[in-house]
């Protein structure tokens, strides 16, 4: 009786979804998610910035709350914080862009505008998802500002030690 061997299969790695009962469904491509006005739309976050984005087809312009870019933006390096995901994917003539944005300064304010550039093009065009999560702008950045704790001047800072 202990040499009986059982004429079931076993599950094994290979066939546990045939073992559990789950049928194999191929993965569709995702669908576009455009609203009646031709456009896609994402959130964006980064520190305490939330930019709400909009994204169709036209001529490169950028707006951010209802001004250009570059006088939104002054610094050169926060606009080109802005056109990173357009650039990786390919995109930056073919796309108006137009978002508000609040909350945060303008560093957090830029990286949550491009957090919202990069999902709403994803919405856009699912095909260029590969693309941007490669070059990790669809990650939200979770890094936020670290609270005061009581008895220390900043988060982590001490008041100055005396001896006398």
């Known amino acids: 009786m202990a040499d009986e061997t059982n004429t079931a299969q076993e599950p094994t790695l290979d066939n546990l979804d045939a073992a559990m009962g789950i ?3 191929s993965a569709a491509p995702a ?8 456009r896609a ?13 909009w ?3 036209g001529s490169g312009t950028i707006t951010v ?9 002054a610094r050169a390096t926060l606009q080109m914080i802005l056109r990173q995901p357009l650039q990786a994917a390919d995109r930056e003539d073919q796309f108006d862009v137009m978002c508000t944005v609040s909350g945060g300064g303008l560093s957090g ?20 998802r590969p693309v941007l999560k490669k070059g990790g702008f669809l990650t939200r950045d979770a ?6 704790k009581y008895g220390k001047r900043k988060a982590r800072r001490s008041f100055q030690f005396s001896k006398r």
Not at 65 to 73: A, D, I, S
Not at 109 to 128: K, M, S, T, W
């Open 23 to 25: 049928a194999e469904e």
């Open 31 to 38: 669908e576009p998610r455009i609203d009646a006005h031709g």
């Open 41 to 53: 739309y994402a959130t964006g976050k980064r520190k305490d910035a939330v930019a709400r984005v």
């Open 55 to 57: 994204v169709k087809p």
């Open 65 to 73: 709350n209802g001004k250009p870019v570059e006088r939104y933006f």
């Open 109 to 128: 304010q830029a990286g949550a505008v491009r957090h919202g550039i990069a999902r709403a093009l994803v919405n856009y065009e699912p095909g260029l």
């Open 143 to 148: 890094r936020v500002v670290e609270r005061k």
